[in-house]
């Protein structure tokens, strides 16, 4: 029989179905927001689906039958709390009660492992202030921990994105954090396979142009008998404009000063560059100005489907609901490679 898993703040399940390919059993979830817990719900259809907020759950009345069940609580509290800088907020602060409430399911779970990931910041912030806050919380109930920044790269995932990842253990030393995969995969590798659809085109469902290039492209088609999440967003002419002057491999330099906007976002008006690992897939993928996301040779941002790529998932995952929220299940998801190598850790703790 599987291990039982609670995934708790899930999202779409990015850690969920890293789990899963590791051989693990989705048994509950927690999402409040209902367009994604729906879309959690398409991809996980076994697993119990609760939206309320976590802190107006009544834990007994709603996991008791995951009591005693549950191999491994996975999940990633929201972080505004460890963000800002030059205020002291314990942990078990009100105004970090989403991190207070996971630890209370822990407690009430009791699983012999947990997984938490979040923001870098959360580790360095106060000079690991909230890190140490965080153990105390934890060594409360009976858990060791251990915590160390992740970059999804090292991971076989075409993107560089870094994540605070705390595994805990009930009782003992937990195990050490996956090792960095030899693999690398570019964006290339990634998406060269989907079809070179130019600003509004595409659909939620069509057929597969050409055949998979790379492992890495055959790995995630499995499965999937068409494509879907694949429709470029319909930029406005001025942006057209502005892509069309952007050379491979550019910088916000290479356009001319009167096309230069104003942004706090890193890598805005850029390309993905082919031979590389893509930055930090964020909620605003279809923005050329929100960062380094336009195809490397097509004048418009990546697709759903291509961020989802980026993000490791496989193209039989389904994402549902409103354009926006489908960037927001994309953007905010642990990449399931990344959580996968996690999993692998976990399922080969031989204490």
């Not at 964006?187 to 659809?197: P, R």
């Not at 085109?201 to 068409?226: F, M, W």
């Not at 993928?285 to 998932?313: K, N, Y």
Request: hydrophobic share 35%; proline share 5%.
């Amino acid at each position: 029989m599987a291990e039982g898993i609670v995934d708790l703040f899930s999202g779409v399940g990015g850690l969920s179905l890293g789990f899963e390919q590791a051989g693990y059993q989705i048994m509950a979830a927690n999402e409040h927001d209902t367009e994604i817990a729906d879309a959690f719900r398409t991809n996980h259809p076994k697993a119990k689906m609760y939206t309320d907020d976590l802190e107006l759950i009544d834990l007994q009345s709603q996991f008791k039958t995951f009591r005693g069940e549950t191999q491994v609580v996975i999940g990633g509290p929201p972080c505004q709390g460890f963000s800002q800088k030059g205020r002291r907020k314990s942990i078990l602060d009100k105004r970090n009660f989403l991190f207070k409430e996971y630890v209370a399911a822990v407690d009430y779970l009791r699983p012999k492992y947990f997984v938490m990931e979040n923001v870098p910041n959360l580790l360095t912030t106060e000079h690991g202030y909230f890190q140490y806050e965080l153990k105390k919380a934890f060594d409360a109930i009976g858990y060791q921990i251990e915590a160390q920044i992740l970059t999804a790269s090292d991971y076989g995932v075409p993107q560089r994105r870094r994540r605070a990842v705390i595994l805990g253990k009930l009782g003992a030393k937990p195990p050490l954090h996956p090792q960095p995969s030899e693999e690398t995969v570019t964006v290339w590798d990634a998406i060269s396979d989907l079809a070179y659809h130019a600003s509004g085109e595409g659909s939620d469902v069509e057929q597969y142009r050409t055949k998979a290039r790379t492992s890495y492209q055959t790995l995630l088609r499995t499965g999937s008998g068409n494509l879907h999440n694949h429709k470029a967003t319909n930029h406005s002419d001025l942006a057209l404009h502005r892509m069309n002057l952007m050379p491979l491999n550019s910088k916000l330099k290479s356009l001319p000063q009167e096309h230069r906007t104003k942004s706090i976002y890193a890598g805005t008006w850029t390309r993905l560059v082919k031979e590389e690992t893509a930055p930090t897939i964020t909620t605003r993928f279809d923005t050329p100005s929100s960062g380094q996301f336009t195809h490397p040779v097509m004048d418009r941002a990546i697709t759903v489907r291509e961020a989802a790529r980026l993000q490791s998932f496989p193209d039989t995952f389904r994402f549902t609901g409103t354009k926006g929220s489908q960037m927001k299940q994309v953007g905010n998801a642990v990449p399931p490679r990344l959580a996968y190598a996690i999993a692998m850790a976990i399922s080969q703790d031989k204490d």
